[in-house]
């Protein structure tokens, strides 16, 4: 599968994917318009290992919800994902068995080098 899940109101995710120069074979995913489905977030777990790495606990809402003094399980990060788009960290890019979660600069080099090496 070439996939990536990004917001497109997001100025990050556009510059990301602009900065990757995405190749027509990948299938992009705007999860505001349309939502993660469970057996899609099932696909991006057994990517990551888990539920916690694919999470955004920069999300506006994680702060307003206090959920930084809850203690969380994996399935409460799924349940929060397919809840709210802003709690999956974005973008997502999926290049067949690999997963890339994140903006770090380190994440956005590693998929750029996964997608044209």
């Known amino acids: 599968m070439k996939k990536i899940y ?33 057996e899609q977030l099932e696909e991006m777990k057994k990517l990551s290992g888990s539920y916690e790495d694919l999470f955004n606990k920069r999300a506006r809402l994680y702060k307003e919800r206090e959920l930084k003094n809850q203690d969380l399980l994996e399935e409460n990060f799924k349940a929060l994902i397919l809840e709210h788009y802003t709690f999956l960290k974005r973008p997502v890019i999926i290049n067949g068995d690999e997963i890339f979660i994140g903006n770090s600069k380190k994440t956005v080099e590693a998929a750029k080098a996964s997608i044209h090496d």
Request: hydrophobic share 25%.
């Open 6 to 38: 990004y917001l497109s109101t997001c100025d990050t995710c556009k510059r990301i994917l602009k900065e990757i120069d995405v190749p027509s074979s990948f299938r992009l995913q705007d999860i505001k318009n349309e939502e993660i489905t469970e």
